[in-house]
């Protein structure tokens, strides 16, 4: 058949939107411009909508978020700290990357309220089981009397201890390339050691999550007393360079890179 044309969409569409991306790019860049306004769902929590009404139509048209889910989200926003959910598009992703590869074993680093934690448990086997990292115990109580609700409480296995012992004791006790698939979302200056662990305890062919890769842009010019983006930043350039996964970097949230064991 005839080849399609470069431009299918209207030209003014494309050159219009073209120009809004490199507007937004240069003005970033520059310094000189404010990004886009950052619109949030009312009361909407982990989803927060980066360049307003496109963003909305994307979650109208995408997202199935589970009742009680929806219900910690909620909570999650009323919370203090409420903007360190992951976003729910995201965790979406996870549910349906955690379903595609038939996982049973998750790891997940940096519980907070247990929205991801729940998303995850959800979908998992009934043999299945998450275990849940996270050293603050009080975040996590929003939590987990709707794990319980949901009826996934027992595929929980919350490990409230420095993510790194939970991770030593792990591999020390023979679970070396057993799970499936790991979520990365606690503190950045141990982003690399993290990955690394998980890298072992994950089997081949199994994914590792790792959220705030763009950290709200800081990366682009890491400040060198700014030790959390200087830790993004390199396990980024590392990430690029590592052999042992395949990567793909996605712009959805604060940034999420999945790097597929090989």
């Known amino acids: ?76 926003a009323d919370h203090p700290w409420g903007k360190m959910m992951v976003s729910c598009d995201q965790a979406q992703l996870m549910a349906n990357l955690v379903k595609l590869i038939k996982a049973k074993k998750v790891i997940e680093i940096g519980v907070f309220t247990g929205y991801n934690t729940l998303n995850m448990a959800l979908v998992l086997p009934d043999n299945g089981r998450v275990i849940a990292c996270d050293i603050n115990e009080d975040y996590v109580k929003i939590g987990k009397p709707l794990w319980k609700e949901a009826g996934v409480e027992h595929k929980i296995d919350l490990r409230i201890k420095p993510a790194i012992q939970t991770l030593d004791e792990l591999l020390a006790s023979g679970e070396a390339e057993t799970f499936d698939f790991a979520f990365i979302d606690a503190d950045k200056e141990s982003c690399n050691e993290y990955y690394e662990k998980c890298l072992r305890l994950i089997k081949k062919g199994g994914i590792i999550a790792i959220d705030n890769v763009l950290w709200s842009g800081r990366v682009l010019k890491p400040r060198k007393d700014d030790l959390a983006t200087q830790s993004i930043h390199h396990l980024n350039e590392k990430l690029l360079r590592d052999t042992r996964v395949n990567i793909s970097m996605l712009p959805m949230g604060d940034g999420v890179t999945l790097a597929f064991k090989l």
């Open 1 to 76: 058949g005839p080849e399609m044309p470069l431009f299918s969409v209207p030209k003014e569409v494309a050159v219009g939107t073209a120009m809004l991306g490199v507007a937004f790019a240069t003005g970033m860049l520059a310094g000189k411009r404010r990004p886009p306004p950052t619109y949030t769902l009312m009361g909407a929590g982990g989803c927060t909508l980066p360049f307003g009404p496109l963003w909305q139509y994307i979650l109208d048209h995408s997202l199935r978020e589970h009742p009680i889910l929806k219900k910690l989200r909620l909570l999650t």
